[in-house]
């Protein structure tokens, strides 16, 4: 079994999955939604226009990406496993 320091470099920081689920969009028409929760074509807007700049530009990228391969799931799943480790 591969150790913490030989986990493969997934292209993001795995705590960014837990800030989809946090962060709020800060604007327009889904202002408040998660940012797990924007729908596909939201994000597919900003992709062929320009995302915004610093982390939510990023974080916004990351969830279009996890989105068009399907596995946006997995980290709604999450949301779920988190909120009953709450309870």
Do not use: N
């Not at 969009?25 to 597919?44: N, S």
């Not at 068009?68 to 709604?76: L, M, Q, R, W, Y």
């Amino acid at each position: 079994m591969a150790q913490p320091s030989e986990l493969p470099d997934l292209g993001f920081d795995p705590e960014d999955l837990q800030l989809l689920l946090e962060w709020e969009m800060p604007f327009g028409r889904f202002a408040g939604r998660k940012l797990i929760d924007l729908p596909e074509e939201y994000l597919m807007w900003f992709e062929r226009r320009e995302f915004p700049q610093g982390d939510l530009g990023r974080l916004m990228k990351l969830c279009y990406g996890i989105k068009i391969h399907g596995a946006d799931t997995v980290v709604k799943e999450l949301r779920h496993r988190l909120r009953e480790l709450e309870d």
